[in-house]
């Protein structure tokens, strides 16, 4: 990848972030070479701020960093695509881009991931998530099992919001299950992504 930052009068490129997972559009940056030097040195998206006129972490205040994923250059190289794990929200309101949108419908999965570690990681007395990994791994497979065949015996009737619950649970559990053995609901994703890729070329 070689960039050519000289395109630019102010020898800045943008830098378009992208959630790697959602493929949401986050924000849009500028970086020089030592921004980008820096992004790849600390794995985290790093700017040049014209405001602040100087190199700037995103996330070095308020901890809301972008976990750099990948970076690609476009077809003249003069801007970049950053593809980044999003640590809180990005935008300085609070909103989950710069164009004050939430993506709660989008990566809700993904965000109920992060509570489910949580509960795992920081057990609560009350909590019935982690109540089970407590129990450990037989007990959270069991229930997995339990709620594949309450599903299968929903499918076979036409109640639709009793299918869709047990639909739900299931999800639920398979996502504890996912964590209880170490992994991520974007590993699942990606074995479904490359059997897709096989089955199309």
């Given at each position: 990848?070689?960039?050519?930052?000289?395109?630019?009068?102010?020898?800045?490129?943008?830098?378009?972030?992208?959630?790697?997972?959602?493929?949401?559009?986050?924000?849009?940056?500028?970086?020089?070479?030592?921004?980008?030097?820096?992004?790849?040195?600390?794995?985290?998206?790093?700017?040049?701020?014209?405001?602040?006129?100087?190199?700037?972490?995103?996330?070095?205040?308020?901890?809301?960093?972008?976990?750099?994923?990948?970076?690609?250059?476009?077809?003249?190289?003069?801007?970049?695509?950053?593809?980044?794990?999003?640590?809180?929200?990005?935008?300085?309101?609070?909103a989950d881009t710069c164009w004050n949108e939430k993506n709660i419908n989008d990566n809700f999965l993904f965000q109920?991931?992060?509570?489910?570690?949580?509960?795992?990681?920081?057990?609560?007395?009350?909590?019935?998530?982690?109540?089970?990994?407590?129990?450990?791994?037989?007990?959270?497979?069991?229930?997995?099992?339990?709620?594949?065949?309450?599903?299968?015996?929903?499918?076979?009737?036409?109640?639709?919001?009793l299918f869709k619950n047990e639909a739900a649970d299931l999800l639920f559990h398979y996502l504890i299950l996912l964590?209880?053995?170490?992994?991520?609901?974007?590993?699942?994703?990606?074995?479904?992504?490359?059997?897709?890729?096989?089955?199309?070329?």
């Amino acid at each position: 990848m070689n960039i050519d930052f000289s395109k630019y009068a102010d020898g800045l490129v943008p830098a378009i972030i992208q959630d790697d997972v959602t493929g949401k559009v986050l924000m849009l940056g500028f970086m020089n070479d030592e921004a980008l030097a820096k992004t790849k040195e600390l794995q985290k998206v790093t700017f040049f701020s014209r405001g602040k006129n100087r190199l700037w972490t995103k996330g070095e205040e308020s901890g809301n960093f972008l976990l750099l994923k990948d970076i690609k250059s476009d077809c003249d190289n003069d801007t970049l695509l950053i593809k980044v794990k999003p640590v809180g929200p990005v935008c300085h309101t609070g909103a989950d881009t710069c164009w004050n949108e939430k993506n709660i419908n989008d990566n809700f999965l993904f965000q109920l991931e992060e509570i489910i570690r949580d509960r795992k990681n920081n057990p609560a007395e009350k909590s019935y998530t982690s109540s089970l990994f407590e129990k450990g791994i037989n007990k959270i497979a069991q229930k997995v099992g339990e709620e594949a065949v309450e599903l299968v015996i929903e499918a076979k009737d036409d109640n639709e919001d009793l299918f869709k619950n047990e639909a739900a649970d299931l999800l639920f559990h398979y996502l504890i299950l996912l964590q209880a053995k170490g992994h991520t609901l974007s590993e699942i994703q990606d074995v479904l992504i490359a059997r897709h890729k096989e089955k199309v070329q």
